[in-house]
């Protein structure tokens, strides 16, 4: 076969036109799109591990990090202890953190979400501190690395006059990192000792519910026992909250009498139950609950065991009729709040969330003709709540009341109020201002009630021991603190200096006398165990500055948990509130 060689030449090059040429400004095209895609490829591997904003990105995976109380550094002699501290301690488990997240795996990262997940972790009571980082997965979604420091949790006090022990409770917080407490407690009592024990669940069943119950024996000698099982409504994400409570107690009261003579003492029985539910309407941050729940309740007021002969007990009791109730109580609140995350108002240094805006509930019952009941009224409770303030300043006000229409008597009666008004200032980095002002009163009570000045809350520092009571208190207090610093970076130490004042009214409860104003100033010393916890343990000492009889220098111990500092009413009030009456809808 012969090859023709100009044909077969001019064949290549024919094939060789069709062979595509690339232009200087198409090969520069080119090589800009190869240099991007690098790029973006160095930008992935770059952001991988690193903090991103929570903006709607898959969340890859969940990572949990628990940590004990203390976190030794170093082998000097002082860590010791810090070691043999944690080897009590057992660390939260890891199941019991992911329960409280409002976020899980697949879903998309939502910062409101991450940061009330965070508030949620925060709150609990055997938890020191807690964060949730949102870090790049690398490949367009993100990881959730949670971690918490927990609290140290064992219970170990005791009380003492002299020599002589008069009290002593042991018990622990997160027994086994489960997010379960238990406590024992004995206290020595003129009558009759008293002994209790106390139990939380703070994940019943594996949900965040939360179980309560307790049993004691009390001076009275029978067995007093209460069981409360409640879904809290922890955040504005959810939807439905809802709480059964019984209680069967017997109990003394003690009347104070101005002067030498002894407390008038009378016996109480009471016991309730309560269930209730209550479902959001509206959008988180702006939202109404409505509810509905069923109360019955029965009290009286009795001669004690031993009857004192100066105590004219007919008239005494003769207020506190027995009463027989069953009712239906509508629930409705309002709420329009959102949480602010700030340092050293109630916390030494710890971070603690505050409530910003405004909520508002209440509760409307009637009473029903069912299971002998004999009580013919109309309940009507309230408490509303508003906040503002920022980084430096924050003004709170709590007022809650109740009261009675009485259709036996066709009257208002059993009128109970509260009020709390707390500014905080921080002057400094370390320097922080608490005005507090308290405000209680009762009308008309159907259950015994008095106030004093010794109440621990409600009352003025240095009169614990004073004998005067009354049927309305106000009290002011002024305490500026300061940050001092660490000690061996396992805990922080702070100072406090207070002033009191404050006085009683006699109103219409038995015994009653009006005060003038009452002084009390002193010293705190204040410690968070461990360093960066949210509770606070506080050393007062306390002197009364005005003439009291009875009162003189005290000490107190006390602590405070930043994130749980929820006004709660002073304890001489709130023992004769309706047990029907939730101390807050949310």
């Not at 991988?48 to 004990?68: L, M, Y």
Request: proline share 3%; aromatic share 10%.
């Amino acid at each position: 076969m012969s090859i023709n060689r100009g044909s077969w030449i001019e064949g290549c090059r024919l094939r060789a036109t069709k062979i595509p040429v690339l232009r200087p400004r198409s090969r520069s095209v080119v090589f800009v799109i190869a240099l991007n895609a690098l790029s973006a490829r160095e930008t992935n591997a770059q952001a991988e591990g690193e903090k991103v904003v929570c903006n709607g990105q898959i969340i890859s995976d969940i990572q949990v990090n628990t940590r004990a109380p203390y976190d030794p550094k170093s082998r000097k002699w002082w860590t010791f202890p810090v070691r043999v501290a944690n080897s009590l301690h057992a660390t939260t488990d890891e199941s019991v953190i992911r329960r409280y997240l409002i976020l899980e795996r697949g879903m998309q990262c939502s910062e409101f979400r991450r940061a009330e997940s965070e508030r949620i972790l925060r709150v609990q009571p055997y938890l020191a501190s807690a964060e949730i980082r949102t870090i790049s997965d690398g490949q367009g979604g993100v990881v959730l690395r949670v971690e918490t420091v927990d609290e140290l949790t064992t219970i170990v006090s005791a009380g003492a006059r002299g020599a002589h022990l008069t009290g002593l409770r042991l018990g622990d917080r997160n027994i086994a990192g489960s997010a379960t407490s238990i406590t024992a407690q004995w206290r020595q009592s003129d009558i009759r000792d008293i002994y209790a024990i106390e139990f939380t669940d703070y994940q019943f069943l594996g949900r965040r519910y939360i179980l309560d119950a307790d049993i004691s024996r009390r001076e009275i000698g029978s067995p007093n026992w209460s069981a409360d099982v409640r879904h809290p409504f922890f955040t504005d994400q959810q939807r439905f909250a809802w709480r059964v409570k019984a209680e069967d107690t017997r109990e003394l009261f003690h009347f104070l009498r101005d002067g030498e003579v002894p407390s008038a003492v009378i016996g109480i029985e009471r016991s309730f139950v309560d269930a209730g539910a209550v479902v959001r309407i509206g959008l988180p941050g702006r939202l109404s609950l409505f509810g509905i729940s069923f109360s019955r309740e029965t009290d009286a007021a009795v001669e004690p065991p031993i009857a004192d002969t100066t105590v004219n007990y007919s008239a005494l009791l003769a207020p506190y009729k027995r009463r027989n109730n069953s009712r239906i109580n509508a629930l409705w609140a309002i709420r329009n709040i959102y949480f602010r995350r700030v340092e050293r108002f109630d916390a030494l240094n710890a971070a603690q969330d505050i409530r910003l805006g405004f909520q508002a509930g209440t509760l409307f019952g009637r009473s029903l003709a069912l299971g002998g009941a004999t009580d013919d009224d109309i309940l009507v409770a309230a408490d509303i709540y508003g906040g503002l303030g920022g980084e430096r300043t924050f003004v709170r006000m709590n007022v809650r009341g109740e009261g009675h229409q009485n259709y036996d008597n066709n009257e208002w009666d059993g009128i109970l109020g509260s009020g709390n008004l707390a500014a905080y200032r921080r002057l400094g980095d370390k320097h922080t201002v608490k005005l507090n002002v308290d405000w209680s009163g009762g009308w008309k009570q159907r259950t015994p009630f008095q106030l004093s000045l010794g109440d621990s809350r409600g009352g003025v520092r240095g009169y614990r021991r004073s004998r005067a009571g009354g049927g309305r208190r106000a009290v002011l207090r002024l305490e500026e603190r300061w940050y001092v610093g660490d000690f061996r970076e396992q805990a922080g130490l702070g100072l406090a200096f207070f002033a009191d004042a404050g006085r009683l009214w006699a109103g219409d409860v038995p015994y009653g006398v009006d005060t003038p104003v009452k002084l009390g100033v002193g010293l705190g010393l204040l410690a968070a165990v461990p360093k960066g916890s949210k509770r606070t343990w506080r050393l007062d000492v306390a002197f009364p500055v005005s003439a009291d009889g009875k009162a003189k220098w005290e000490f107190r111990l006390s602590s405070v948990n930043a994130n749980r500092v929820e006004w709660r009413e002073p304890q001489d009030l709130a023992r004769s509130r309706e047990r029907a009456v939730p101390n807050n809808a949310f």
